[in-house]
């Protein structure tokens, strides 16, 4: 009796020791006010950047940040890359759950008895347990299953911030060929203001004719819209580049942007390199291999639980005067009408679902790479065709120059040949965008940056903060 009261009190001091709740409740002002105080200056962005660079960055904040300064700084403060960490963190709890042992069930019945047909009180009772055994390793299996889904949403952390770094690395690349667009711009746009004014004068005295006059002013109208075009562009760049980092747009004013990195051609890397770089590093990859291996311990489970579980009943009973102490089995399910065939077949089916997205997947990667790389080649040739473009008009504006210092050419000749040079110029940068755009899609195929920096260290694992 006193053992079965001391069971008792132990069942219950568990219950009194369970977590409590600790509401927290979300106002959508406060979350306005965060983000509106986030800052390229913060102490904790230093430390995190610090951390992850593997030294002190000094001065603080930057005199200048480039690329792997601001992806660093979009991991920080990335709400897709929060997302998924909270993921992660929800799938390593089911871990918890899946290594759980199931607790025992107290029973505590009671029966009156009239008329009393024992010599002790009128009365049945009895404290007793139903302790549930399970069997064929099906604990293991969740925790497989588990540990599987876990390791997939750790790598789908990778797979964001991945994400993230591109949309930082477009975002610059954005702004760095509106910034160099509106500097060829504004040097062509000066140039056909003065050719206006030049055939405007020319008309006046009578050297010129009005359609001549005409088409001057409509090449100056169109210089001054390109450049203004350029220059909302660049507004666009630098909103979408705060967008990327997650802070407002006002963080990145006055903050000197380092875009040099964008005018060098990041080397080809060879064939084989890259198709190993896409089949053995790409996260969303990996996290389908996981999400197979979580399909196959689904199936391992379902097969195991043709197996019944054991359910042990010990317990003591006090039945009207005699004491019964009992040591049998509680019941065990018997598996005659269903030998969990469904169960079974689902998990199969599922299975062979993971199996087929797999292989698609792995099939779309092979494909964008080997576009990827067709167009990086390509564009890296025709950039080179570009620049000996622009080395020839070079040489035709500095013979233009030398007949001007001369006396040979006039000035409106001149100022025509800066602004037909501008075209070439234009033309280049072209040609070195799409060059910097397919070596961002090599990237994205791949899912590795082609220079290494803390960024891509970071990128490994994706789960650091």
């Known amino acids: 009796m006193r053992r079965a009261l001391s069971t008792i009190v132990v069942a219950l001091t568990g219950v009194a020791g369970c977590t409590t709740y600790h509401p927290q409740p979300i106002a959508p002002d406060q979350l306005t006010r965060q983000f509106e105080q986030r800052s390229l200056a913060s102490d904790d962005l230093h430390a995190y950047l610090a951390r992850e660079a593997g030294h002190d960055v000094t001065p603080w904040p930057p005199a200048v940040w480039n690329r792997e300064r601001l992806t660093l700084a979009a991991f920080y403060y990335s709400p897709a890359l929060d997302l998924a960490r909270a993921q992660w963190g929800t799938a390593k709890a089911g871990i918890d759950v899946a290594d759980a042992v199931p607790n025992p069930v107290l029973q505590l019945p009671f029966q009156y008895d009239t008329p009393n047909p024992g010599p002790g009180a009128p009365f049945t009772w009895g404290p007793s347990l139903d302790i549930p055994i399970e069997t064929a390793h099906k604990r293991g299996y969740r925790v497989d299953q588990a540990a599987h889904l876990s390791e997939a949403a750790r790598l789908n952390i990778v797979s964001a911030a991945w994400t993230v770094n591109a949309q930082v690395r477009d975002a610059m690349l954005a702004l760095y060929a ?150 049998g089995l509680a019941g065990i399910m018997l598996p005659i009408f269903d030998q969990n065939q469904g169960g079974i077949e689902e998990a199969e089916a599922k299975r062979k679902e993971a199996a087929v997205r797999t292989g ?49 050419a006039d000035r409106l000749t001149f100022a025509q040949a800066k602004a037909d040079f501008q075209i070439s110029e234009t033309a280049r940068l072209d040609a070195e965008v799409a060059v910097q755009q397919a070596a961002g899609a090599l990237e994205d195929a791949m899912q590795l940056p082609l220079g290494g920096d803390a960024a891509s260290r970071t990128l490994s694992d994706g789960t650091t903060r």
């Open 178 to 327: 509106s910034r160099t667009r509106i500097a060829l711009l504004s040097t062509k746009a000066k140039a056909e203001r003065q050719i206006t004014e030049m055939s405007s004068h020319r008309l006046a005295v009578g050297q010129y004719s009005r359609p001549e006059v005409d088409a001057a002013v409509l090449a100056d109208t169109q210089a001054q819209s390109d450049l203004a075009a350029a220059r909302s562009a660049e507004q666009d760049a630098r909103a979408q580049l705060a967008a990327a980092v997650g802070v407002p747009v006002s963080a990145i004013d006055g903050v000197t942007l380092d875009l040099s990195a964008f005018g060098a051609v990041p080397p080809e890397p060879p064939v084989a390199h890259a198709q190993r770089a896409a089949i053995f590093h790409r996260a969303d990859l990996l996290a389908s291999l996981a999400d197979y291996a979580a399909a196959e311990s689904a199936l391992q489970l379902e097969v195991a639980k043709q197996y019944p579980d054991i359910h042990l009943g010990p317990g003591y009973t006090y039945d009207t005067g005699t004491n019964k102490i009992g040591f």
């Open 360 to 408: 698609a997947l792995q099939d779309r990667i092979i494909g964008d790479l080997t576009h990827a790389l067709a167009r990086y080649h390509a564009s890296v040739e025709a950039l080179r065709i570009s620049d000996t473009h622009l080395a020839s008009a070079r040489r035709q504006l500095d013979s233009q120059a030398a007949a001007f210092a001369s006396g040979n």
